[in-house]
């Protein structure tokens, strides 16, 4: 059974920072592509991060190199360092990883940004 569970939202001042984590069980992580999502009420999800099982890395064009992803496949862990958060990265995030033929995600974590 495939569980992808997230960590690290909370509440934090605009130019502050914060790291996300998303623990998964279930299938080979390590040779699997991790990613991460944010919607915000009214939105389609978007994608704001990806890293292959090669460490190759993809970024939202928001990002902006303020967002940095990487993966400790010892941990079966991958992470969302974020920095320089402004009001508008207030969204949830989710943790997904594609898998043939659907995409499994976890229940978000809630990223809050005040002015």
């Known amino acids: 059974q495939v569980q992808l569970v997230e960590s690290g939202g909370g509440l934090v001042q605009a130019g502050g920072s914060l790291t996300l984590s998303c623990v998964a069980s279930?299938?080979?992580?390590?040779?699997?592509?991790m990613s991460w999502y944010r919607q915000t009420p009214g939105k389609q999800r978007e994608l704001v991060a990806l890293?292959?099982?090669?460490?190759?890395?993809r970024y939202g064009d928001f990002v902006k190199g303020r967002f940095t992803i990487s993966r400790d496949n010892a941990k079966n862990t991958v992470y969302l360092q974020m920095n320089s958060l402004q009001p508008e990265d207030t969204a949830v995030y989710y943790c997904?990883?594609?898998?043939?033929?659907?995409?499994?995600w976890g229940k978000g974590t809630l990223v809050t940004v005040s002015s």
């Open positions: 997904n990883a594609p898998r043939p033929g659907t995409n499994y």
């Open positions: 890293i292959t099982n090669n460490d190759r890395t």
């Open positions: 279930g299938f080979s992580f390590r040779s699997n592509a």
